[in-house]
């Protein structure tokens, strides 16, 4: 299903759908191609991405994963050989405007970032600043995003810090980023994208860096919000267990080119292609990371999987 190209498109606010994909995208992305020089990082991939519906991207190292997201966010030509070479990304505003993000003025890029699509990394210090309160950070984005007062916005980073289940929160806010441990970072992290409320959310590998049950309580936690906000995300990951975990629908990456893309049972079930079953053959069935002391990572031989 893809309605999501014409201009009178508008995306279901009140959504009673109970599962993610079942109604026009939020996100549509068609034949994206990204170049550096003369490497070809993302060639010909398109997606869907509605609300509550969890897309991962998975694949190995250096397949094209998180430059897709950087073409999302409109960053790839903030390195000098970079450009998106081909494509369309048609994004629905909550108005109901239907933007292109590869060809979107500037000003309406930076209202978009952070706004309507935000971002969350594997290392949380990355989208944090040392020298503020954690508290601070999250009063500042309040006070920007949603036009609070000092006092509001004071209130509000302890209700934000309690929904991502900060525990002391009045004490933690107070606390500078490298007082917290990563789980608490990336608490902290996720709450900040909360605070804009945005209707995609990009997580490039945000529990990769932490034990399994800080990653368990972290996935649970995406999960809510995702309801809660009606966002679609984006998780890019190469840990097949997290994939089991977290998402509705799967695109599988292989050498810049999307090469499978299925319902997260299929994917599992039924995979098509052998590089798809490779991926697999670490986590055999769904569940079966869970209590692992760690991540499975893809190790493959590149010649062999196709
Ligand atoms: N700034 C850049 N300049 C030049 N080449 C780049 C740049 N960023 C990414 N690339 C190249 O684009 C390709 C895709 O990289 P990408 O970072 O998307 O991989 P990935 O799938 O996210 O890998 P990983 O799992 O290791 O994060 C790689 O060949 C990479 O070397
Ligand atoms: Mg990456």
Redesign the pocket.
């Known amino acids: 299903m893809n309605t999501a190209t014409t201009s009178s498109t508008v995306v279901n606010e009140q959504g009673p759908a109970l599962v993610g994909g079942d109604e026009s995208p939020i996100l549509s992305v068609k034949n994206l191609s990204?170049r550096?020089?003369d490497?070809i990082?993302?060639n010909d991939v398109s997606f869907d991405v509605s609300p509550r519906e969890v897309l991962a991207i998975v694949?190995?190292?250096?397949?094209?994963?998180?430059?897709?997201s950087?073409a999302i966010m409109r960053l790839v030509e903030l390195?000098s050989?970079?450009k998106v070479t081909d494509g369309t990304m048609k994004f629905v505003r909550a108005s109901g405007d239907i933007v292109d993000l590869r060809t979107a003025p500037e000003t309406q890029m930076r209202t978009i970032r952070g706004n309507d699509i935000s971002m969350i990394f594997q290392e949380p210090l990355t989208s944090l600043n040392p020298v503020y309160s954690v508290g601070n950070q999250l009063a500042e984005v309040l006070r920007v995003h949603k036009g609070m007062s000092r006092r509001e916005a004071k209130k509000g980073v302890i209700e934000l810090m309690e929904r991502v289940r900060i525990p002391e929160p009045t004490r933690r806010a107070r606390q500078y980023p490298h007082q917290m441990s990563g789980g608490m970072r990336q608490r902290v992290v996720i709450a900040m994208a909360l605070a804009c409320q945005p209707r995609i959310l990009i997580a490039?590998?945000p529990t990769t860096a932490l034990d399994v049950t800080i990653q368990a309580q972290i996935l649970a936690l995406l999960r809510e919000l995702k309801n809660d906000l009606d966002a679609g995300i984006i998780f890019?990951t190469?840990d097949m267990g997290v994939v089991a975990e977290i998402a509705d629908r799967v695109l599988v990456?292989r050498k810049?080119e999307a090469i499978e893309t299925g319902p997260v049972e299929e994917i599992f079930h039924n995979p098509q292609r052998p590089y798809t079953r490779k991926l697999l053959s670490a986590v055999p069935k769904l569940g079966s990371m869970n209590g692992t002391d760690s991540p499975a990572l893809f190790h493959l031989d590149r010649e062999e999987a196709s």
């Open positions: 990204v550096f020089q490497n990082a993302v694949g190995e190292s250096g397949s094209g994963k998180s430059v897709t950087l390195s050989s970079g490039d590998e890019i190469h990456m810049s």
